[in-house]
Nanobody
Framework: QVQLVESGGGLVQAGGSLRLSCAAS????????MGWFRQAPGKEREFVAA????????YYADSVKGRFTISRDSAKNTLYLQMNSLKPEDTAVYYC??????????????WGQGTQVTVSS
């Protein structure tokens, strides 16, 4: 059974940085892509960033381009999200997700439990 465990969330002041990690375990296959999503209180979950596991191609939501960087360490089966210049509107629960086959960048098969990121003004 695939498990995705996020870590690295917390409270940070506006303009600060955080690095989220997502450790994947229980795999018996190789992923095609992984991504980060977030959900703020009272809002729908939204796409943040994605990366193809083998080629390293990256995709970002317009709202985080230039501030967030997604990366992966294949040897450690770990996904990262470096978040810089954080804004109060980045406050949300951040989820990592994994997709096994090629498909839509917004569709995933497995999800983590989430980690809270709070940005104070």
């Amino acid at each position: 059974q695939v498990q995705l465990v996020e870590s690295g969330g917390g409270l940070v002041q506006a303009g600060g940085s955080l690095r989220l990690s997502c450790a994947a375990s229980g795999r018996t296959f190789s992923s095609y892509a992984m991504g980060w999503f977030r959900q703020a209180p009272g809002k729908e979950r939204e796409f943040v960033a994605a990366i193809s596991w083998r080629g390293g191609n990256t995709y970002y939501a317009d709202s985080v381009k230039g501030r967030f960087t997604i990366s992966r360490d294949s040897a450690k089966n770990t996904l990262y999200l470096q978040m810089n210049s954080l804004k109060p509107e980045d406050t949300a629960v951040y989820y990592c997700a994994e997709r096994i086959l090629p498909g839509n960048v917004y569709d995933y098969d497995y999800w983590g439990q989430g980690t809270q990121v709070t940005v104070s003004s």
